[in-house]
């Protein structure tokens, strides 16, 4: 198992980074919220899982250990994979996620993409004992990394793929009625998502 990976940065795309490792460029898949924090050419130092299946090797990253240990840890519930996984710690911290299964926040998972109330209810049920109670401070609801708003996070995402201040800001203003329809909904905005959508209005204006 390659329990992590640490070299200079690469390469950020919207969902992977590639960090240079021995001279090898090493795929993996993150969060945005991981990603946000990484910049092209600095070190970088990713917890990683390895997910082999018959067709594919692909390598997951994280912020630190516990995110690492959280997303195997989700995996062992019924029809949650990797990308499931990998979808509630981009909308929730470890912690978020440990207080949202401990006082059976059913609203709290079904702001996941993928999960509705039954998939809420179940999971609910399966994690109660094997996340555990939260380790640190835990903020109900939305991940505690996107604290400073999906705004910050995909303006730094944006920065962090190479592109200016103004047209980060000017990307991020474009996507804006996007996400507050999805708040406006009572849902959550998702990064990755919002990301998809500024990269293409940058490409069109170039």
């Not at 440990?98 to 926040?105: E, I, Y």
């Amino acid at each position: 198992m390659i329990a992590f990976v640490s070299g200079p940065v690469a390469a950020v795309a919207p969902d992977t980074a590639v960090i240079e490792v021995g001279g090898v460029g090493m795929a993996v898949q993150c969060t945005p919220a991981t990603l946000a924090g990484l910049r092209v050419g600095q070190q970088a130092r990713l917890a990683t899982s390895l997910v082999v299946r018959e067709d594919s090797l692909t390598l997951y990253g994280f912020a630190d250990d516990d995110e690492r240990q959280v997303f195997e840890l989700l995996q062992t519930a019924s029809g949650v994979g990797p990308r499931l996984a990998q979808a509630m710690l981009a909308v929730h911290s470890p912690d978020a996620l440990r207080l949202a299964v401990s006082t059976g926040d059913e609203k709290a998972l079904t702001a996941v993409p993928g999960i509705g109330k039954k998939g809420a209810q179940r999971l609910l049920l399966e994690l109660k004992d094997r996340l555990g109670e939260p380790i640190g401070s835990a903020v109900p609801g939305a991940r505690s990394g996107a604290a400073p708003g999906w705004s910050d996070q995909l303006h730094t995402a944006l920065v962090g793929l190479g592109y200016a201040t103004r047209e980060a800001d000017e990307a991020v203003a474009a996507v804006t009625p996007q996400a507050e329809e999805t708040v406006a909904a009572g849902g959550t905005p998702q990064v990755a998502q919002l990301l998809r959508a500024a990269l293409q209005t940058l490409n069109r204006t170039r």
